[in-house]
Antibody, heavy 116, light 110 residues
Framework: QVHLQESGPRLVNPSGTLSLTCTVS????????WSWARQPPGKGLEWIGE???????NYNPSLRSRASILVDESKNQVSLSLESVSAADTAIYYC??????????WGQGVLVTVSS | QSALTQPPSASGSLGQSVTISCTGT?????????VSWFQQHPGRAPKLLIF???NRPSGVPDRFSGSKSGNTASLTVSGLQAEDEADYYC??????????FGTGTKVTVL
C-alpha cells in the first residue's frame, strides 16, 4: 500500500517560490514515476510534470520554465519547486504515482495560497 | 496544450446508465491508447477508475467501463448508485511526453 503525504508552506508571497515535499511510504521513490498535479479551488485538474529517478523529467509546456521536480532517494521524497508564483498558482497540489501512463496513487493534497 | 473537452454535467437515475465523453485531438486521445478516467468526491483526491482506455484497476467495480473512437474517449457508469455522484475527469498522454486532463464532468444521480 503506497502512501503519499505532501508538506510545505501553505502561504507563499507573489513572485516567490513555492516549495513542496512529498514523503513516500510503501514504495521506493527511486523506482517509480512521480508526478505533481494541481487543482485551483473549484476548478479542474492540471498536470505539472513528472520525474523518474535519477534524472528523467517531463513538464507541462506552460510551466516548464518555472517548475522543477526532484527525487531525494535517501529520504524517499519527491519535491516540487515553482518559481515566480502569482495568484493564478493558488491551488491544491497533489503528489501522484505514475502507473502505465496513468496515475494510480494520489496524496491527499495540500492547498497553497499565493498572497501577500 | 489545451484541456480535453468534457460536458460540464451529466445525470442519470438510480440503476440507470450515464456516459461521459472526453474529446481531444490527434496529438493526444487520437494518437495514444493512454486515456484514463478519475472519480473525485468533494474534498477528496481523485481516484483512478480506468487506465489504458478500458482497463480497470483492482477493486474498481465492473459498472465502470471505458472506450475510445478516434479523438473521443467515453466513460460509461452502469447501474448508477448514489455514491457515484461525483466529478469525473479524463486524462490522456500527449505528444511531447505530456499529460492533459479533461475539463471535468459533474455527475448527478437522480
Amino acid at each position: 500500500q503506497v502512501h503519499l503525504q505532501e508538506s510545505g508552506p501553505r502561504l507563499v508571497n507573489p513572485s516567490g517560490t513555492l516549495s513542496l515535499t512529498c514523503t513516500v511510504s510503501g514504495a521506493p521513490a527511486s523506482r517509480n514515476w512521480w508526478s505533481w498535479a494541481r487543482q485551483p479551488p473549484g476548478k479542474g485538474l492540471e498536470w505539472i510534470g513528472e520525474i523518474h529517478h535519477p534524472g528523467t523529467t517531463n513538464y507541462n509546456p506552460s510551466l516548464r520554465s518555472r517548475a522543477s521536480i526532484l527525487v531525494d532517494e535517501s529520504k524517499n521524497q519527491v519535491s516540487l519547486s515553482l518559481e515566480s508564483v502569482s495568484a493564478a498558482d493558488t491551488a491544491i497540489y497533489y503528489c501522484v504515482r505514475g502507473f502505465d501512463n496513468s496515475f494510480d496513487d494520489w496524496g491527499q493534497g495540500v492547498l497553497v495560497t499565493v498572497s501577500s | 496544450q489545451s484541456a480535453l473537452t468534457q460536458p460540464p454535467s451529466a445525470s442519470g437515475s438510480l440503476g440507470q446508465s450515464v456516459t461521459i465523453s472526453c474529446t481531444g485531438t490527434r496529438s493526444d486521445v487520437g494518437l495514444y491508447n493512454y486515456v484514463s478516467w478519475f472519480q473525485q468526491h468533494p474534498g477528496r483526491a481523485p481516484k483512478l477508475l480506468i487506465f489504458k482506455v478500458s482497463n480497470r484497476p483492482s477493486g474498481v467495480p465492473d459498472r465502470f467501463s471505458g472506450s475510445k473512437s478516434g479523438n473521443t474517449a467515453s466513460l460509461t457508469v452502469s447501474g448508477l448508485q448514489a455514491e457515484d455522484e461525483a466529478d469525473y475527469y479524463c486524462s490522456s498522454f500527449a505528444a511531447g511526453s505530456n499529460y492533459v486532463f479533461g475539463t471535468g464532468t459533474k455527475v448527478t444521480v437522480l
